[in-house]
């Protein structure tokens, strides 16, 4: 049985468990089951320099970890400072692998119980930055472990899964069931895998997108002064919360389209529309972008173009990745540059029909053969390390493609390292009758 570490992209691990880290606020920690770390994620609480200070402070931080493969879901820090730990294990056919620690989180309630004299012991150890420390419900703590820990426990599975199906062929003739059987069961596996992950994220998109929308709420509220007025530097602050939060959701129903898509549930809608003056509305959006990093950015000249038929918000969505993405990859300096043709194409291999074809060019960094196929795939990156120069979830170009194919088109790239890529959309024109 293969152990957590034969198991773990450690990297991979590490950037999704550091965003669930910032966006939570909370410690998150990935250690096997002799208490081993792997992976560790997000900042520790300001408390927790308090009980370092002490004189066996620090060997009662250092043993923590060593405890977990045998404590209880939960596990209190320190009851003096109101600290505590979420535990899930994470299992892999029955057997314990791993143990996911969420924490040290400060308990809810505990600034209150201190304010009113419920617990007296805890004032030498919350002086300073502590009295400002995020508490958390257990609950809710509970709840990200285990979500969070279904999430491993697939990534693990599928992992295993890949292991498994890699057959060591004998010098002997192996009997050929015994093969076939064990295709099957890797085969089943894999199924059983996607469906718990496909499972996850619908149901971790639906968990995060709630808060994320108060949150936005509430900061409408402030910006409109329904609370109270604020100065232009608080309103600034709002700004940007409200645009990264903005950023997150995006991202949080791009991952829920892919668990739609997956799923066979996704829904599109269909309207005629004017496809060259969507064209053109995503262009004049993204000129202050591309003039920002001095780039000659050409729009389509005004053709009449026959309507389309579809989803006008996912189209949109569709023609702002591909262009925000030349913009994004496109040095200083460059070009990015948008075509749009009309004739007739070969679409689906059954003869050629009216369509029209939008060229994306650009002067950017380009993508390798070996890769071009691969960026259409879900949370692939072409630069998958923690230092890349650009950020993403990798999941733009996956939502791009399906969404095309889903309107009847088609979705490719040409490019060269060092030398740009030309991405090329396909929309089937509405028939007459529509």
């Known amino acids: 049985m293969p152990e957590l570490a034969d198991l773990l992209d450690g990297a991979a691990v590490g950037e999704v468990l550091t965003a669930l880290a910032e966006l939570q606020g909370v410690r998150l920690t990935l250690a096997d089951t002799i208490g081993r770390v792997h992976v560790t994620a997000g900042r520790l609480p300001p408390s927790c320099d308090a009980v370092r200070a002490t004189l066996d402070g620090g060997a009662t931080c250092a043993a923590m970890l060593a405890r977990f493969s045998t404590a209880g879901p939960q596990v209190g820090c320190s009851a003096a400072i109101g ?90 003739p192996a009997d050929r069931s015994d093969v076939e059987a064990h295709f099957a069961y890797a085969a089943q596996r894999v199924k059983e895998v996607d469906e718990i992950k496909t499972n996850f994220l619908a149901n971790v998109s639906h968990e995060l997108r709630t808060p994320l929308t108060s949150v936005l709420g509430y ?71 591309a003039t920002r990093k001095r780039l000659a950015f050409t729009m389509p000249s005004s053709i009449l173009l026959p309507p389309v038929r579809g989803d006008r918000e996912k189209i949109r969505q569709i023609l702002f990745h591909v262009v925000d993405n030349a913009i994004k990859f496109t040095p200083e300096g460059g070009t990015v540059e948008l075509r749009t043709e009309f004739g007739a194409l070969d679409l689906d291999g059954t003869g050629e029909r009216r369509a029209i074809r939008l060229l994306v060019l650009d002067t950017g960094i380009g993508i390798h053969r070996d890769l071009q196929r691969r960026i259409f795939e879900p949370f692939f990156q072409a630069d998958a390390s923690s230092t890349r120069p650009f950020g993403g979830a990798g999941l733009g170009l996956a939502l791009v493609k399906t969404r095309v194919e889903a309107h009847g088109g088609k979705v490719w790239v040409d490019s060269e390292p ?9 929309f089937p024109v509405a028939d007459k009758t529509t």
């Open 418 to 426: 060092g030398k740009g890529s030309v991405f090329t959309i396909t």
């Open 83 to 172: 600290l505590a730990y979420q535990l899930e294990t994470l299992c892999l056919d029955g057997r314990p692998i791993g143990q996911l620690v969420v924490g040290p989180y400060r308990t809810a309630g505990f600034m209150a119980d201190l304010a009113d004299g419920s617990t007296p012991t805890a004032a030498p150890l919350v002086a300073g930055d502590a009295s400002i420390e995020v508490e958390h419900a257990d609950d809710d703590v509970a709840r990200l472990a285990r979500l969070v820990g279904r999430a491993l426990t697939a990534c693990l599975a599928a992992s295993a899964s890949r292991r498994s199906s890699r057959l060591v062929m004998p010098d002997a």
């Open 219 to 289: 900061s409408e509220i402030l910006l409109s002064g329904l609370a109270g007025s604020l100065n232009q530097e608080q309103k600034d602050c709002v700004r940007v919360i409200m645009e990264k939060g903005g950023q997150l959701l995006a991202l949080i129903s791009g991952i829920l389209d892919v668990s739609r898509i997956e799923a066979g549930t996704l829904r599109i809608g269909s309207e005629t529309i004017d496809l060259a003056e969507e064209v053109g509305r995503v262009a004049q959006a993204l000129v202050p972008l």
